[in-house]
Antibody, heavy 118, light 108 residues
Framework: EVQLAESGGGLVQPGGSLRLSCAAS????????MTWVRQAPGKGLEWVSV???????YFADSVKGRFTISRDKSNNTLVLHMNSLRVEDTAVFYC????????????WGQGVLVTVSS | DIQLTQSPSSLSASVGDTVTITCRAS??????LAWYQQKPGKAPKVLLY???TLESGVPSRFSGGGSGTDYTLTISSLQPEDFATYYC??????????FGGGTKVEIK
C-alpha cells in the first residue's frame, strides 16, 4: 500500500521560506513521478510542480524561480523548498505520486497547511 | 497553456439522480483527461483517466465520455457518498498540468 505523509507546514511571514516534505512508503520516490498541488482556502486545485523519474522538474508560472522540488533518496522523501513566500501562497499543499506516465496521480498525501501572513 | 472550463460550478441533486458535469479544454487534448473527486478536508481521489477509463476500485456508476475539447463525467444513481467536489485535469501538455475550476455536487 502506498502512503504519502506531508510535513513542514506552518505560519511564515511574507518573504520568508519554508521546506515541505512528503515521506513515502510503498513507492520509490526516485523512480516515480511526484507532484505538489495546492488548494487555497475555499478555492480549487492548483498544480504547483512535478519531478519526473528522470529528474526533470517543472513549475507553474506562479512559483517559478521561487520554489524548487527535489528528492531525498536516502529517506524516500519528496521535498519542496519555498522561498520569497507571498500571502497568495497560503494553501493546503498536497503531494501526489504515480509510478509511470501519464501524469494523473493516483496516490495522495493528506495535505499540509502553509499560511503566509504578517 | 491549456485552460479547462468546468460547468456547472455547482449543482443540487437527490439520491438516485443522474448528473453530468462538463469539462471543456481550450484546445484538443486527445482524451488526456482525468477526473477527481474531493471531499472536504481530504485529498483528491482519481476516478477516471484517459477520459473514459475507470480507476481500479471506483464504482461503475461513474463514467466518462467525450473527445477533442469536450468531456463529461456522469454519475448514475447518485449515492450519499458521492456528494463532493469534482475536478477535471488535463495531462496532454506539461508544463503546466491544469485543473478545471471544480463542480460542487450538493444534496437537494
Amino acid at each position: 500500500e502506498v502512503q504519502l505523509a506531508e510535513s513542514g507546514g506552518g505560519l511564515v511571514q511574507p518573504g520568508g521560506s519554508l521546506r515541505l516534505s512528503c515521506a513515502a512508503s510503498g513507492i520509490d520516490v526516485s523512480n516515480s513521478y511526484m507532484t505538489w498541488v495546492r488548494q487555497a482556502p475555499g478555492k480549487g486545485l492548483e498544480w504547483v510542480s512535478v519531478i519526473y523519474s528522470d529528474g526533470a522538474t517543472y513549475f507553474a508560472d506562479s512559483v517559478k524561480g521561487r520554489f524548487t522540488i527535489s528528492r531525498d533518496k536516502s529517506n524516500n522523501t519528496l521535498v519542496l523548498h519555498m522561498n520569497s513566500l507571498r500571502v497568495e501562497d497560503t494553501a493546503v499543499f498536497y503531494c501526489g505520486a504515480k509510478r509511470e506516465l501519464p501524469l494523473y496521480f493516483n496516490h495522495w498525501g493528506q495535505g499540509v497547511l502553509v499560511t503566509v501572513s504578517s | 497553456d491549456i485552460q479547462l472550463t468546468q460547468s456547472p460550478s455547482s449543482l443540487s441533486a437527490s439520491v438516485g439522480d443522474t448528473v453530468t458535469i462538463t469539462c471543456r479544454a481550450s484546445q484538443g487534448i486527445r482524451n488526456s483527461l482525468a477526473w477527481y473527486q474531493q471531499k472536504p478536508g481530504k485529498a483528491p481521489k482519481v476516478l477516471l483517466y484517459r477520459g473514459t477509463t475507470l480507476e481500479s476500485g471506483v464504482p461503475s456508476r461513474f463514467s466518462g465520455g467525450g473527445s477533442g475539447t469536450d468531456y463529461t463525467l456522469t454519475i448514475s444513481s447518485l449515492q450519499p457518498e458521492d456528494f463532493a467536489t469534482y475536478y477535471c485535469q488535463q495531462y496532454y501538455t506539461n508544463p503546466p498540468l491544469t485543473f478545471g475550476g471544480g463542480t460542487k455536487v450538493e444534496i437537494k
